[in-house]
């Protein structure tokens, strides 16, 4: 089992810089895939950004971003702090919505994910 707990949400205006974290527990944390998604009010769960489990001799680490973000948000994993980043840089009112983290395997889908933080808030004020 993991347990993920983010931070890092908060009220920013547009153009301004957010970094999310999510701290998970376990000794399998690195073993996971880690995604960020986020949802809208009235809208579906979406993925933001995911990074693929640690790399090793035979693959290396690697990382997929929803179009809406690519060039302004970036992934990132700790494995010695259990924790897993997003940068934010460039922030739109559309990226109002609440943030998850999520552990599983990697790919765009939800339903790939077994594990889910409880979620940070993320307001843009233009």
């Known amino acids: 089992q993991v347990q993920l707990v983010e931070s890092g949400g908060g009220l920013v205006q547009a153009g301004d810089s957010l970094r999310l974290s999510c701290a998970g527990s376990?000794?399998?944390?690195?073993?996971?895939?880690m995604g960020w998604f986020r949802q809208a009010p009235g809208t579906e769960r979406e993925l933001v950004a995911t990074i693929s489990r640690t790399g090793s001799t035979y693959y290396a680490e690697s990382t997929y971003y929803a179009d809406s973000v690519k060039g302004r948000f970036t992934i990132s994993r700790d494995n010695a702090k259990n924790t897993v980043y997003l940068q934010m840089n460039s922030l739109k009112p559309e990226d109002t919505a609440v943030y998850y983290c999520?552990?599983?395997?990697?790919?765009?889908?939800?339903?790939?994910?077994?594990?889910w933080g409880q979620g940070t808030q993320v307001t843009v004020s233009s």
């Open positions: 999520a552990a599983g395997y990697f790919d765009s889908q939800a339903s790939a994910y077994d594990y």
């Open positions: 376990g000794r399998t944390f690195s073993v996971y895939a």
